[in-house]
């Protein structure tokens, strides 16, 4: 079903407008377009993204801008955060289910928040990957299908 991104997105500041406003953090976009796909998979997958960004989160409150370029038959999503960032010998294992960097005590969560993430992905005919440095913030890409109205 074709989605517009940009109330997927409303969806998601409302439900995570407590963590939003306790943390002064921003969420930037403009512009989204409309993909075809499942409206709750992409609410999650924002929201995990969203989520994720604001936990690991720096001194300053969160900011985070997400953007989107039309390559050839698909969307490119940028989600970029300013916050702790990640060691890149990890990019690869954030993805895999219960794999974590922290200790609870850091950091609660679960570790399926990106797994879940990918999956949705790929059932969109996407992948997902990540950069990051340490210290300065990450950003998530992904790509979804595009489809011509
Ligand atoms: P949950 O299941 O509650 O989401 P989680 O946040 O620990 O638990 P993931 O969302 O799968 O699990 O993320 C896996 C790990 O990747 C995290 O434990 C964290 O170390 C790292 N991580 C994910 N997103 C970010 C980010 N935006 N900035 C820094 N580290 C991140
Ligand atoms: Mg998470």
């Known amino acids: 079903y074709p989605v517009d991104l940009n109330s997927i997105l409303g969806i998601v500041c409302s439900n995570l407008e407590s963590t939003i406003r306790q943390n002064q953090a921003t969420i930037i976009y403009h512009n989204l377009p409309t993909v075809i796909g499942d409206s709750s998979q992409l609410v999650q997958l924002f929201q995990n ?13 969160p900011k985070i801008q997400i953007s989107v370029e039309l390559r050839e038959n698909e969307y490119l999503f940028a989600v970029k955060d300013n916050g702790i ?5 990890c990019f690869e294992r954030i993805f895999q289910i219960f794999q974590r960097l922290h200790t ?3 950091y609660s969560g679960t570790g399926i928040g990106l797994a879940i993430c990918q999956k ?3 059932l969109h005919g996407g992948r997902i990957w990540v950069e990051s440095h340490l210290g300065e913030g990450t950003t998530f890409y992904f790509t979804i299908s ?4």
Do not use: F, T
Not at 49 to 61: M, T
Not at 146 to 149: E, K
């Open 120 to 122: 949705i992905v790929e």
């Open 49 to 61: 993204l969203i989520d994720n960004a604001i936990k690991y989160r720096r001194e300053e409150p």
């Open 104 to 106: 609870p005590e850091e």
């Open 85 to 89: 960032g990640i060691d890149p010998k």
């Open 146 to 149: 595009s489809y011509s109205y």
